[in-house]
């Protein structure tokens, strides 16, 4: 599902300049597979590199160097055109703050994935694809709430059911729980654990919460933008 | 991302930002509205009245007066057929159009059936070729009259009220742009030097000898060319086919009037004499007269023998009926005119050879013939009335011979694209051509129009690059604004030109309402304008009801001014959205 080899990100004013200053990079020679179907925990301290390297594989960042492949293809030589349907289709992002739109409802937050789309498919379609997705999620009867009147268990769970409406074999969750209480936080982890049981979706996440990294199949571990630990 | 997506996220964007685009939206309105309202107005003054003097491809030249104490050289030179030729070879003429005007004494009277009285005046007129007015009869015409097919669903003539026609079950006015034209007449004569150039004197009347060849549709009959013909309907009015020599030919019907002067009468039935029988012509039956729309025109005063004619389709200036009404009616008491169409359709008669200001001619010269108002034009005469070429010739030859007929006053020329006016203007001055003044004014008039709307057409695009700059700023702040909403598109699978094309369009879509807006309220101003128009210039000859002219072509340019300022504007903020990195606006914060 995923390889990784020789990765090296620099941000700018990182790994240059006078020698005696240099900043380390982001991620420094990185590589690591995952298989299909695995869960992956990426752990590891604030400012290791997590978020980073989940950009890289969600081709959300393109400056890098190494070599990517997600799904068998080469990142670093996809079109814009290309990766953007690679988003859309194969990969769904959850991010440690949720971004949902506050002037959406739920409903069409979830259908948001199929807004962009590159065929025109039904939009009763799209709608019944997102109710199953919030369904999923527990949160169907929420469906015509604006987000802004959901906790932010509720809220987690809804930027899942968004990242699940094309059914993505790659799920890419940064901090998924971070900003959630222990227990909702378990909830969304089941979730979780289910989709990739059942579906056999490949999950990888980024945590420092060690209840999350136990669950996983694996996990690595990232310091200073190096794998210490696999 | 396919089309409707897009418009549905365009749609969201506007009305969730309606309140930022208000100001820059004004701008829009204003701009697209300036340059609509200026570009009809300059069209509408240009076709309207400009071009209904001498379109802009057109120029009126005449002989180079003799200045009398001036110190150039005389040149002396005709216009004549010799200079037409020469005329027709320079480069870029692509019409040459001469006017011939009447070199004789005329009065004219009628007119009892508008202004209440007989009318009797000095005449003048002059003669232009029909094809020189194109299209500009029928739409002087349909702006008075109204458009010739009415939506009124008829079964009868009766049905569609005086003059009206049923066609094909809806009513059809009378038409009478399409009777300007040379009605044909009988040119009577003594010798070949009272007929036109190229005709000669056969038994007192004019025709085109045979010495050199006929033209198609002509055949050599006795000497003379005669149209062939195959009924009456291919001959002019006035005349009828006749077989000769195994062809038809056209023959002009000779008629006699009862008593010589009821050629000056108005009894219609009088003025068509009967018909009387001619050599080389079948007898007539007894006391049959003059067909329908014809009339018996003599070849003098005294004599009662003529020959069949339609009357003379004339056209007035409409600065002759502001003349009548301001001065005339009010000082003679006579009848206000409402309008020009009120002559349509007016006959009168005219007496060639006889005048209120110089001596008449000898009886034997003078001569009735009968015209009839059929339309209105700016290139008419301001003080007469305005004749098919021919017609003028045919009287100009009858009372002046060969040589008056075949002088002309003035010509003018038509080129192919404007630019090459100047030149050939400047090629004319050596045959001592030059522009008439009227014709010289209208240029100029015309030049100051064009500066004039290139100066407003300017400032509307001042108005509008304004816009732009406002559009951008407010889009370069949304932007900013919706950096997050864009990243998430992003993350979930907008491309680089999806987000572009979100701002583009949005941008269109604004400029699109702004177009529309602007359009329309430039069309409103119009009409308001033309109301103000009217209180103050009404009174002007010339002035048209309607002063602009929103032409497809303007609403359009108008339209798509806005929407392409407006894209223009949105150009750099959309591409600052696309440049949005999600993964920098997705993680932090
Ligand atoms: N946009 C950025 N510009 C510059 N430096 C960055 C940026 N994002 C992250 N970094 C740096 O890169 C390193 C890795 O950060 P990050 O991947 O966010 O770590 P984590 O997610 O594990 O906390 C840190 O040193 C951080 O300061
Ligand atoms: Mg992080």
Not at chain 2, 257 to 284: C, F, V, Y
Not at chain 2, 289 to 318: F, H, K, M, Q
Not at chain 2, 422 to 430: C, F, G, L, R, W
Request: a neutral charge; hydrophobic letters at 45%.
């Amino acid at each position: 599902m995923i390889r990784v080899e020789h990765l090296v990100k620099a941000y700018p004013g990182q790994a240059a300049g006078d020698a005696a200053r240099v900043l380390p990079p982001a991620l420094s020679d990185v590589s690591l597979s995952v298989a299909r179907g695995e869960f992956l925990a990426v752990v590891g301290r604030s400012g290791s590199g997590k978020t980073t390297l989940l950009n890289i594989l969600g081709g959300l960042d393109r400056e890098w160097t190494g070599r990517v492949e997600v799904n068998g293809q080469d990142l670093a030589r996809l079109h814009d055109r290309d990766l953007s349907m690679l988003r859309n289709k194969t990969i769904g992002f959850v991010f440690q703050a949720f971004h949902l739109l506050p002037h959406l409802t739920v409903i069409e937050n979830v259908t948001l994935p199929a807004w962009f789309g590159n065929q025109d498919r039904d939009r009763a379609e799209a709608e019944g694809r997102a109710m199953q997705a919030l369904d999923r999620v527990g949160l169907a009867n929420r469906a015509t709430d604006r987000p802004t009147r959901l906790s932010a268990g509720e809220r987690q769970r809804v930027a899942v059911a968004r990242a699940l409406l094309n059914r993505p074999m790659l799920l890419l969750c940064d901090e998924p729980t971070g900003n959630l209480d222990a227990a909702t936080g378990a909830a969304v982890l089941d979730i979780f654990l289910e989709l990739n049981r059942r579906d056999n979706t490949t999950l990888v996440i980024a945590t420092h919460e060690s209840r999350v990294s136990e669950a996983a199949s694996r996990q690595i571990v990232l310091e200073t933008g190096r794998i210490v630990e696999a | 991302m396919t089309a409707r997506a897009q418009v549905g996220l365009i749609a969201r964007f506007l009305v969730r930002s309606r309140g930022h685009f208000a100001f820059a939206l004004v701008g829009l309105v204003v701009g697209s509205a300036t340059l609509a309202f200026f570009l009809a107005l300059s069209l509408g003054i240009r076709e309207r009245v400009l071009n209904r003097l001498y379109p802009v491809n057109q120029a009126e030249l005449q002989i180079e007066t003799v200045r009398l104490f001036g110190l150039g050289i005389e040149v002396p030179s005709r216009l004549d057929q010799a200079s037409l030729a020469a005329l027709r070879s320079l480069p870029g003429v692509t019409g040459v159009y001469p006017k011939q005007r009447s070199r004789f004494q005329a009065r004219l009277w009628g007119g009892r059936e508008v202004i209440g009285h007989e009318a009797r005046v000095e005449s003048f007129f002059d003669g232009l070729e029909p094809e020189l007015l194109g299209n500009e009869l029928r739409l002087s015409e349909a702006e008075v009259l109204g458009p010739e097919m009415g939506a009124v669903i008829c079964s009868a003539d009766a049905d569609c009220g005086i003059g009206g026609r049923c066609n094909e079950g809806a009513c059809h006015r009378r038409v009478w742009w399409d009777s300007f034209r040379d009605p044909g007449g009988r040119l009577p004569c003594r010798a070949d030097s009272g007929c036109l150039p190229g005709q000669a004197c056969f038994d007192g009347q004019c025709m085109i000898s045979c010495a050199e060849p006929c033209t198609a549709g002509a055949a050599c009959i006795q000497g003379a060319c005669l149209r062939t013909c195959t009924g009456n309907a291919s001959c002019d009015p006035g005349e009828t086919c006749v077989q000769a020599a195994a062809l038809g030919v056209c023959r002009r019907l000779a008629c006699r009037l009862d008593d010589p002067r009821d050629g000056a009468g108005d009894d219609p039935e009088k003025i068509r004499g009967r018909l009387t029988s001619r050599a080389g012509m079948p007898t007539p039956g007894g006391g049959e007269r003059c067909p329908d729309g014809t009339y018996c025109a003599t070849d003098n005063i005294l004599t009662a023998s003529g020959a069949c004619e339609a009357p003379i389709p004339v056209l007035v200036s409409p600065f002759l009926l502001e003349v009548y009404n301001r001065v005339a009616a009010t000082a003679l008491d006579l009848r206000r005119l409402s309008g020009l169409e009120v002559l349509l359709g007016v006959s009168f008669a005219m007496l060639y050879g006889e005048s209120y200001f110089v001596a008449d001619a000898a009886f034997d010269q003078r001569t009735i013939r009968r015209c009839r108002i059929v339309g209105f034009s700016q290139k008419a005469m301001d003080f007469g009335v305005t004749m098919p070429l021919a017609a003028v010739q045919r009287a100009n030859a009858m009372l002046r011979g060969r040589d008056a007929a075949s002088e002309f006053t003035s010509v003018v020329l038509t080129t192919a694209r404007n630019e090459q006016l100047p030149q050939v203007i400047e090629d004319a001055k050596i045959l001592g051509l030059v522009p008439a003044p009227r014709s010289e004014d209208a240029r100029k008039a015309s030049s100051m129009l064009l500066v004039l709307t290139l100066v407003f057409a300017l400032v509307s695009l001042v108005i509008l690059g304004i816009s732009a700059i406002n559009i951008t700023h407010t889009f370069l702040m949304l932007v900013t604004e919706r950096r997050i909403e864009i990243a998430v598109y992003r993350a979930v699978g907008a491309r680089l030109l999806d987000v572009r094309m979100l701002v583009l369009g949005e941008a269109a879509v604004m400029g699109a309402i702004g177009g529309i807006a602007g359009c329309a309220g430039a069309w409103v101003l119009g009409r308001l304008v033309n109301v103000g128009a009217s209180r103050v210039l009404g009174g002007v000859p010339g002035m048209p009801a309607d002063l602009f002219l929103f032409s497809p072509v303007v609403l359009l340019v108008g339209f798509s001014c806005a929407v392409l300022f407006a894209v223009i504007g949105a150009w750099v903020p959309s591409g600052r959205a696309a440049r949005t990195d999600p993964a920098t606006v997705l993680t932090q914060g």
